[in-house]
């Protein structure tokens, strides 16, 4: 999502000075309150939460929120409408931050070993490519509020928690003039694409403290029903956090722009993956992704 310039310029200035948070931290807030604004949707601050980089704890959240907040809320027209909606908006960080503190518990499940070499891993893909050390992150984020929200067990969550982080970690194996060129792709370079899961899958497999997630990173492309890669499996017998994975990844990779294509809203990412439900992912938990993002279909207008 983009900042919305006119709703920037109809801050005052002394907002931004005034304010204990970085520029980023409040241009955040102005943001998530536009968006929620122009869809209606108090919910849509947990598009916020979960896609903002180095955002602060919970209290500095709320405190940025609130401020931003009482801008709105000033008094004029459709006063009593725009406090409505504004306390709707702060109760949902507050519920949703709530739920920040299940996933702190079952991060705290991930064995420390397997923690400390994942960090590892993260930060040599980190001087390989840092948007894709980035995404890894954000994606592991959204892989883990997911699996908690979905009420998985701590083991599996921990499982989701590694995996995600390590998702990409085969794409240093391909080279970079392949990675990063514009469609279409050769039949020999589409293939080496293609097998980034097994390679990520065989360098986890080689370290003991991760070798019980590698099936989890080499599933992670296979489709739901049965075409996808490397092995074409199908259903149940992908494991479920390679189908929970496969979800957050095409969601979040759709939201960034791609030398082939631009980067689409949250709403666009959303309905594709709902689109593609029963074929690429699995229906229930592109449903349950959907509610855990706070999804409302757009109504087709008759003629």
């Given amino acids: 999502m983009t900042i919305s310039q006119d709703v920037l310029e109809a ?28 869809t ?12 903002e980089r180095a955002t602060p ?8 929120l609130d401020s931003v907040l009482h801008q709105t809320t000033l008094p004029g027209e459709a006063f009593a409408d725009r406090v409505r909606f504004a306390n709707k908006l702060r109760q949902e960080a507050v519920d949703y931050l709530r739920s920040s503190g299940a996933m702190s518990s079952a991060k705290e ?6 923690a400390a070499i994942a960090d590892g891993l993260l930060a040599a893909l980190r001087l390989h490519d840092a948007e894709l050390a980035e995404h890894s992150e954000i994606m592991a984020e959204l892989a883990t509020r997911f699996a908690v929200t979905l009420g998985l ?18 794409k240093m194996r391909v080279a970079r003039s392949i990675a990063a060129k514009p469609m279409p792709l050769t039949a020999a370079e ?7 899961p097994v390679y990520g899958a065989d360098t986890l497999a080689a370290m003991p403290a991760l070798a019980h997630i590698a099936p989890i990173v080499r599933a992670q492309r296979e489709w ?17 956090e390679s189908r929970i994975i496969a979800i957050a990844d095409a969601f979040h990779t759709m939201t960034l722009a791609r030398p082939y294509r631009t980067a689409r809203t949250t709403n666009e990412a959303m309905e594709e993956v709902l689109a593609a ?10 449903g349950a992704f959907a509610a855990m993002l706070s999804y409302r279909p757009r109504i087709a207008r008759s003629a």
């Avoid at 067990?153 to 990409?168: W, Y």
């Avoid at 739901?224 to 479920?240: H, K, M, N, V």
């Avoid at 439900?277 to 592109?286: R, V």
């Fill in 11 to 38: 801050l005052p200035q002394s907002l931004y000075r005034s304010l204990p948070w970085p520029a980023h931290t409040i241009d955040s807030c102005v943001k998530i309150v536009s968006e929620a604004q122009r």
């Fill in 40 to 51: 209606n949707n108090p919910r849509r601050v947990r598009a916020w939460i979960d896609f």
């Fill in 57 to 64: 704890g919970g209290e500095e959240i709320l405190g940025c």
């Fill in 109 to 114: 499940t991930v064995d420390p070993q397997a």
């Fill in 153 to 170: 067990d701590a083991a599996t969550v921990a499982r989701v928690t590694l995996a995600a982080k390590l998702h990409d970690i085969g």
């Fill in 190 to 196: 589409r293939k080496d694409v293609q097998s980034y």
């Fill in 224 to 240: 739901f029903d049965g075409r996808g890669y490397p092995a074409g499996t199908l259903r149940e017998e992908i494991p479920l």
């Fill in 277 to 286: 439900a029963g074929t690429q992912f699995d229906p229930e938990l592109a």
